[in-house]
T-cell receptor, first 111, second 113 residues
Framework: ELKVEQNPLFLSMQEGKNYTIYCNYSTTSDRLYWYRQDPGKSLESLFVLLSNGAVKQEGRLMASLDTKARLSTLHITAAVHDLSATYFCAVDTSGTYKYIFGTGTRLKVLA | EAGVTQSPTHLIKTRGQQATLRCSPISGHTSVYWYQQALGLGLQFLLWYDEGEERNRGNFPPRFSGRQFPNYSSELNVNALELEDSALYLC????????????FGEGSWLTVV
C-alpha cells in the first residue's frame, strides 16, 4: 500500500530564512503534487511534478522530484508571513487518480 | 471561470441520519473526486467519478456512496451517520485528457452530533 510521509509536521521559522519540506513515498510513482491549504479553506494547487529531476519554481517556493529516491522537496527561500499555511504533497500511482496525501506540514512564518 | 462549487457549506446532522453533499465541477471537467479531511486523519480519498461511472473507491464503508449526473455534477451520500463522519468533505475536478492536476472546491463541513 502506498504511503506518503512528510516531515517536518510542524515548522516555525523566522521571516527571511530558508527551509525545506520533505515528502517521501513508498512505491513507484510518476506524478507528485504539492498543495497549499489555508485554515478553513480548500486546497490550492502549487506544483505538478511529472518526471525524475523535475524542478518547478513559483516565487519563493521551489519543488523538485527524485523518483529514484522516491523523494520530493519543497524549498522555501526567504520566507515571508504570507507563506504561513499547511503544505501537502500527494502521490498518484499508475494514473489511478487516487491521490494519496501526505500528513501535511504546518508552516508558521514569524515576523 | 467558476471553480469547483460545493454545497452546502456547513451541515449539521444527528447520528443515524443521512447527509447529501453536492458538487459542481469546473466547466468542461468530466472527472469528479471526493475526499474526506477529518481531524487527525488527514486527507483521504473517497471516490472518483468519470463520465458518470464510479472509477475508483477508497477504503470507506458502503454507507458512503455517490453518483455523477449527466451534467458531470456529483452527489456524495453518507448514510447512517456516525460521529466520526464529522469532517470537511472536499470535491475536486479535472479535465479529461489533461489529468495532471485536480482542482479542489471550498469543501462542505459536516458535523454529526
Amino acid at each position: 500500500e502506498l504511503k506518503v510521509e512528510q516531515n517536518p509536521l510542524f515548522l516555525s521559522m523566522q521571516e527571511g530564512k530558508n527551509y525545506t519540506i520533505y515528502c517521501n513515498y513508498s512505491t513507484t510513482s510518476d506524478r507528485l503534487y504539492w498543495y497549499r491549504q489555508d485554515p478553513g479553506k480548500s486546497l490550492e494547487s502549487l506544483f505538478v511534478l511529472l518526471s525524475n529531476g523535475a524542478v518547478k519554481q513559483e516565487g519563493r517556493l521551489m519543488a523538485s522530484l527524485d523518483t529514484k529516491a522516491r523523494l520530493s522537496t519543497l524549498h522555501i527561500t526567504a520566507a515571508v508571513h504570507d507563506l504561513s499555511a499547511t503544505y501537502f504533497c500527494a502521490v498518484d500511482t499508475s494514473g489511478t487518480y487516487k491521490y494519496i496525501f501526505g500528513t501535511g506540514t504546518r508552516l508558521k512564518v514569524l515576523a | 471561470e467558476a471553480g469547483v462549487t460545493q454545497s452546502p457549506t456547513h451541515l449539521i446532522k444527528t447520528r443515524g441520519q443521512q447527509a447529501t453533499l453536492r458538487c459542481s465541477p469546473i466547466s468542461g471537467h468530466t472527472s469528479v473526486y471526493w475526499y474526506q479531511q477529518a481531524l487527525g486523519l488527514g486527507l483521504q480519498f473517497l471516490l472518483w467519478y468519470d463520465e458518470g461511472e464510479e472509477r475508483n473507491r477508497g477504503n470507506f464503508p458502503p454507507r458512503f456512496s455517490g453518483r455523477q449526473f449527466p451534467n458531470y455534477s456529483s452527489e456524495l451520500n453518507v448514510n447512517a451517520l456516525e460521529l466520526e463522519d464529522s469532517a470537511l468533505y472536499l470535491c475536486a475536478s479535472s479535465h479529461q485528457g489533461r489529468r495532471n492536476t485536480i482542482y479542489f472546491g471550498e469543501g462542505s463541513w459536516l458535523t454529526v452530533v
